[in-house]
């Protein structure tokens, strides 16, 4: 095969005749030649979906690249350590990876429109939503992927078409067939059994009636301009349930969910803004009370496993990617899921957002989880943060 044909394909994306129920994002606006980045993703990855349309938003050029399979293991991995989506290249060569600090840097270098409310309660509660959408959906988002055959041949065909663009179909299965093991195989570190798929499959209709219900009233979930809840919610809700086709039934009853996917998919430029005055809608406490029952704790016991890590490795600088197996529970099922200790980084957001506040702020804060008779889990901090340097993370205790 030719050399040139190993270099990755920088296309604009379209729309594709098996996905006319919702339109592919759009990027008719975003010129090559006047590209401030490049956005390495396929349109099955959730992340992806978040970082894309979150650039979509902003009105920042990009090409978007599809990378295969070869380019993912011999450039992006040497790039950014992992062969993952999504990545970023800037044109001044700097690489980003992981979509919450490919946001953080694109936000400080682009800051209007902000993607963050300047109230407490209603950035605190977007970032706590980022944290649900980034790591509590990707249960559901693969139970249907790998649990249903149709969405499964689905996937299989989309690793294909775009890792391995230029391969007879024949010879391409064998090669990616490995990749679908491999996110098969992250089911039960997750903790999605035949124990809890019931649950997670009632959680699932339930957060879309819920979302439902509030962009009934309103266009996002904090008023007339998307948050970073929006694009983290959207990520799996898009690229994982809605666009598989197994799973498409799940929408035929929550037509405001369609309406909320495709503003994000074709943003309008004269974005509103969000609601006045701090307020939090009351069709969001339904989705706040279900954080606070059911994933809030499992953070509580992964701190809580980190800080005895700690306790036991007090020279250490890092802490392992994983400490063992813990029990969690969603809805009425109880299970044990992995504890990846890269998921408290992402925690840390939401609870440096409180921090962050005032003294009055954080009344306010206190008072409105008091009002809805909710635990305030922020006002304990984490005694040992994690931060992230060259891609990975590290003890910030140890690295000062």
């Known amino acids: 095969m030719p050399k040139r044909c190993w270099n990755p394909a920088i ?8 996905l006319s129920r919702v339109q592919e994002p759009r990027s008719d606006i975003f010129r090559v030649m006047s590209s401030l980045l490049k956005h390495y993703g ?27 399979l070869w380019y993912l293991r011999f450039r992006i991995q040497k790039a950014v350590g992992a062969a993952i989506m ?14 919450s600090h490919i946001i953080d840097e694109l936000e400080a270098l682009h800051p209007n429109p ?48 775009y890792g391995l663009p230029w391969s007879p179909y024949f010879l391409s299965t ?59 919610l959207f990520g799996p809700i898009w690229a994982h349930l809605y666009r598989d086709p197994g799973s498409t039934f799940l929408f035929n009853k929550v037509p405001q969910v369609k309406e909320w996917m495709e503003r994000l998919l074709d943003p309008s430029p004269f974005e509103g803004n969000y609601l006045p005055e701090d307020q939090v809608p009351e069709t969001l406490f339904p989705i706040l009370r279900c954080i606070f029952r059911d994933q ?33 529970s969603i809805g009425n099922a109880t299970e044990r899921r992995k504890l990846i200790t890269f998921v408290q ?42 931060v992230r340097h060259n891609f990975k993370p590290f003890l910030a205790n140890a690295a000062r």
């Open 345 to 386: 980084w992402k925690a840390q957001r939401a609870w440096a957002s409180y921090e962050n506040s005032t003294s009055e702020e954080k009344v306010e804060v206190d008072q409105f989880l008091l009002r809805l008779g909710l635990p305030n889990p922020f006002i304990d901090s984490f005694e040992n943060p994690l």
């Open 296 to 328: 809030i704790p499992w953070i509580q016991t992964l701190r809580t496993a980190i800080n005895q890590w700690c306790e036991a490795n007090p020279q250490a600088k890092r802490v392992p990617r994983s400490l063992g197996f813990a029990e969690f």
């Open 42 to 68: 396929w349109p099955v990855s959730p992340y992806s979906a978040k970082t894309r349309a979150y650039l979509q938003f902003k009105r920042i050029p990009f090409s978007q690249v599809y990378p295969s």
């Open 174 to 232: 064998p090669l990616v067939l490995p990749i679908a093991k491999k996110m098969q195989s992250y089911l039960p570190a997750l903790g999605v059994t035949d124990k809890t798929i019931p649950a997670l499959e009632h959680f699932t209709q339930t957060l879309l009636n819920n979302l439902d219900n509030h962009f009934q009233q309103h266009r996002y979930l904090f008023g007339d301009r998307p948050s970073i809840g929006d694009f983290a």
């Open 86 to 99: 999504p990545t970023v290249r800037l044109n001044n060569g700097t690489w980003l990876q992981d979509s």
């Open 11 to 18: 296309i604009h994306w379209r729309i594709h005749s098996h």
């Open 114 to 161: 902000s993607i963050h409310p300047s109230g407490a309660k209603q950035k605190l509660f977007s970032y706590l939503i980022e944290l649900h959408g980034d790591e509590w959906l990707p249960m559901v988002a693969l139970h249907y992927r790998w649990h249903l055959k149709e969405n499964k041949a689905f996937a299989l065909k989309e690793f294909k078409r």
